[in-house]
């Protein structure tokens, strides 16, 4: 009986404003991790970390569209962004990839109002060691669109 008068004191007098602190700052951050629930980060180079939603990835023969964002390491001069969001098309078969949409942000993880951003080009881009992940990550979905796991 003693013992759990005296960790209900402890508790109480304690880890109170800690838990308090503690819970205040995972309410804080819930709305972001909610807004960004389907994103995983899946790579990063010397100027961004790359984020893409596994979900979006559309196939269509050896090509594969899908939505991804970018935090750069540094402020982008020509207009401040500092986070973009983009739809991207991988050509799995060429390693090439083309930017379809882009939108820039001023704040990391899509934070803040949409910036005036350079409208993407139509050009396909050959997809350099450097930033390879991506494309390994959507190309492994198959054409089906449907992932399977094969036991031996």
């Given amino acids: 009986m003693g013992l759990t008068n005296n960790m209900t004191l402890l508790t109480s ?4 404003p800690l838990l308090n602190k503690v819970l205040l700052i995972i309410g804080t951050l819930l709305p972001i991790n909610s807004a960004l629930s389907g994103w995983q980060l899946v790579g990063e180079t010397p100027v961004s970390r790359y984020f893409t939603d596994m979900t979006t990835i559309k196939p269509s023969g050896d090509k594969r569209t899908v939505m991804m964002y970018q935090n750069l390491r540094f402020k982008r001069t020509s ?50 060691k450097i930033s390879r992940f ?14 399977e796991i094969k036991t031996y």
Wanted: net charge positive; hydrophobic share 30%; glycine share 8%.
């Fill in 13 to 16: 007098n304690s880890t109170a």
């Fill in 79 to 128: 207009d401040g962004a500092v986070s973009i969001e983009a739809k991207l098309e991988y050509d799995c078969r060429y390693k090439m990839h083309r930017m379809l949409t882009a939108t820039a942000y001023p704040g990391p993880n899509l934070i803040g109002n949409k910036l005036k951003s350079k409208a993407p080009g139509n050009n396909w881009n050959p997809t350099y």
């Fill in 134 to 147: 991506m494309l390994t990550a959507v190309c492994s979905v198959p054409s089906s669109g449907k992932l």
